[in-house]
T-cell receptor, first 114, second 113 residues
Framework: AQSVTQPDIHITVSEGASLELRCNYS??????LFWYVQSPGQGLQLLLK??????LVQGIKGFEAEFKRSQSSFNLRKPSVHWSDAAEYFC????????????FGQGTTLQVKP | KAGVTQTPRYLIKTRGQQVTLSCSPI?????VSWYQQTPGQGLQFLFE???????NKGNFPGRFSGRQFSNSRSEMNVSTLELGDSALYLC????????????FGDGTRLSIL
């Protein structure tokens, strides 16, 4: 069965510092992978996705993620965090060819210190 | 292009009642998926509809049901509400062709008293 693990429930970084949020997945074949962000009281916004090809994908708001098949990981990174990045971040996996069913990790809450 | 629209945004019900939530997908999207978000269980997949047919189903009891109309709008129904059904219910739409990501609405916050 597919599963997603986000090992860090809560992360605090200083504004301007770099950020890496971890995501590990369990899936038999090559999965489709996503990162979403959720601000309080709102829905999920897609940051980036990986389907195939280049393992380093660029997203919105200066985020990027790297797919590492050997480590079953899809970590999210940002070189310099802004206070507005404070939110909850979710990693998700879908079967290749069917993005209608997403399996989510438990989420990582990012706090940004001034 | 308008995003995914969910109505109502907030709903308060009592145990035993039933409720219907509505979702209008992005224009041109044929797939609509529903998720339940709670602090304890996180985001859990309920079901997906594509071309008026349920294509995927999660592990929820039969009290949770849905349907999709010919214009791709979808409704989700929960019967015999329980306290544990209090949650944020999120709807997402995608092209349905298997290569498009899901785009989410802002959700319906359901509270059961």
């Amino acid at each position: 069965a597919q599963s997603v693990t986000q090992p860090d429930i809560h992360i605090t970084v200083s504004e301007g510092a770099s950020l890496e949020l971890r995501c590990n997945y369990s899936y038999g074949a090559t999965p489709y992978l996503f990162w979403y962000v959720q601000s309080p009281g709102q829905g999920l916004q897609l940051l980036l996705k990986y389907f195939s090809g280049d393992t380093l994908v660029q997203g919105i708001k200066g985020f990027e993620a790297e797919f590492k098949r050997s480590q079953s990981s899809f970590n999210l990174r940002k070189p310099s965090v802004h206070w507005s990045d404070a939110a909850e971040y979710f990693c998700a996996v879908a079967s290749s060819g069917n993005t209608g069913k997403l399996i989510f990790g438990q989420g990582t809450t990012l706090q940004v210190k001034p | 292009k308008a995003g995914v629209t969910q109505t109502p945004r907030y709903l308060i019900k009592t145990r035993g009642q039933q409720v219907t939530l509505s979702c209008s997908p992005i224009s041109g999207h044929r797939s609509v998926s529903w998720y339940q978000q709670t602090p304890g269980q996180g985001l859990q997949f309920l079901f997906e509809y594509f071309s008026e047919t349920q294509r995927n189903k999660g592990n929820f009891p039969g009290r949770f049901s849905g349907r999709q109309f010919s214009n791709s709008r979808s409704e989700m129904n929960v019967s015999t509400l329980e306290l544990g059904d209090s949650a944020l219910y999120l709807c997402a739409s995608s092209s349905g062709t298997g290569t498009g990501p899901q785009h989410f609405g802002d959700g319906t916050r359901l509270s059961i008293l």
